[in-house]
């Protein structure tokens, strides 16, 4: 009975003493979708157990058991859904990267590559089983996957939720690597919002933008844009007012190279230009406050100048070469553009009337259409004046 009990300890211990002794891939670098292209200068491999014996750095190299392949096939929801649960087996067209074994002590194998790896791809390491060194053998497969930096948007013209946008508008968007209108077409929509919240899609043409366009929105060199990054994106018609739009790029939307695309869609929404009407007048108020009309659609102050007759007479204060162009501040949220009256223009206890002309001209060459009046005062100081 003793015999039995010591020799059934005996066999546990070898077993755990084997199981211990099993080697192991404990580390896996890079490893899923790396931010930046340094991060693939090198993929390596931690094992659990010494694998190499210290010798001089040619001698350790010649044992490279570490292979990193390009995945070339078309990545598709049946062969890849993330790299966490992809598997070798489901890709056909993989091409074996070129490069160099380092051993970093006697644990850590790093695969070197000759060439920089591609932007937007996805590359899978592997170390087979039954590599075997200094008396140990790895016992199943190692492998992972990891994903070189996608294209991603970078800046657009216009921006996100801009506002008055004249019908002719031809929209940018500039990614952070070269881009292809090919490749990109069928994954660009346009979606325009009637005022009847009718939505609709826009045929649009999709091609890549030009040196002098992109030169014109992004003129600063700190602002990092480049052609070749910059698609142009023209509505096959015009721009309607009052309707508001929406820039689609779909998830997986791929650059020029590679098979990896966005990682989600991102949209871009804006709006035309409004039906031109005046919104808001100017409320009285005690001296010397500020009093502002608010229109639909940006007005020049010149343009106001020219067109606004004020009674009893009042001399308009000459306006400065930038501030007659100025066109005032646009409130977005409420859409509505604003031009104060000059606060010296006012005294107290006297009524003036204001009239504007029809003629107003906003600066997309909208007319007002009918005249619009409105009194202000009789006013006093504010009491702390």
């Known amino acids: 009975m003793k015999k039995n009990i010591f020799s ?11 199981a211990a ?8 670098t890079p490893y899923g979708p790396i931010a930046d292209m340094n991060a693939a200068r090198a993929i390596a491999a931690t094992f659990s157990r010494p694998m190499a014996a210290l010798s001089s750095a040619e001698k350790m190299g010649e044992a490279c058991p570490l292979e990193v392949f390009e995945i070339k096939d078309a990545l598709t929801a049946e062969n890849y859904r993330d790299f966490s649960s992809a598997a070798l087996e489901n890709f056909k067209d993989i091409k074996p990267v070129e490069g160099r074994c380092r051993w970093q002590g006697t644990q850590t194998v ?9 932007t937007a791809v996805l590359y899978v390491g592997r170390i087979k089983k039954g590599f075997s060194a200094v008396g140990q053998t790895l016992e199943e497969d190692a492998e992972w996957f990891f994903e070189t930096t996608r294209p991603a948007l970078k800046e657009s013209a216009p921006h996100n939720d801009q506002r008055w946008l004249p019908l002719d508008t031809v929209l940018y968007a500039a990614f952070t690597m070269p881009m292809s209108s ?22 649009i043409g999709v091609r890549l933008a030009k040196e002098e ?50 990682t989600e869609e ?12 005046l919104k808001e007048f100017p409320k009285d108020a005690c001296l010397p406050d500020s009093f502002s009309l608010g229109f639909s659609n940006p007005v020049k102050y010149s343009e ?31 859409r509505t553009s604003y031009l104060s009256l000059p606060q010296g223009m006012f005294k107290p206890d006297t009524l003036y009337n204001f009239k504007i002309s029809p003629e107003l001209t906003d600066i997309f060459g909208n007319k007002l259409g009918e005249a619009a009046d409105f009194q202000l005062g009789p006013m006093a100081y504010c009491p702390y004046w």
Request: positive net charge; aromatic residues 10%.
């Open 8 to 18: 059934g300890f005996y066999l546990c211990a070898a077993l755990s003493v084997s």
């Open 266 to 277: 991102r949209v871009i929404n804006f709006e035309s230009w409004y039906t031109f009407r």
């Open 110 to 118: 790093s695969f070197e590559p000759a060439a920089p790896l591609k």
């Open 21 to 28: 002794a099993q080697v192991q891939v404990v580390s896996k």
């Open 182 to 203: 090919s490749r990109a077409r069928d994954m660009i929509k346009l979606e325009e919002t009637a005022p009847d919240g009718g939505v609709k899609e826009v045929l």
């Open 304 to 334: 106001l100048y020219k067109r606004m007759l004020v009674s009893p007479f009042t001399a308009m204060p000459p306006l400065t070469p930038g501030a007659a162009n100025d066109d005032g501040y646009q409130d977005d949220n409420k």
């Open 213 to 262: 366009e992109i030169k014109k929105i992004w003129p600063h060199p700190w602002q990092n844009i480049s052609t070749g990054t910059v698609l142009a994106v023209r509505p096959a018609a015009k721009l309607k007012p009052d309707h508001a739009y929406a820039l689609r790029f779909g998830a997986g939307l791929t650059a020029a190279e590679g098979s990896l695309g966005l």
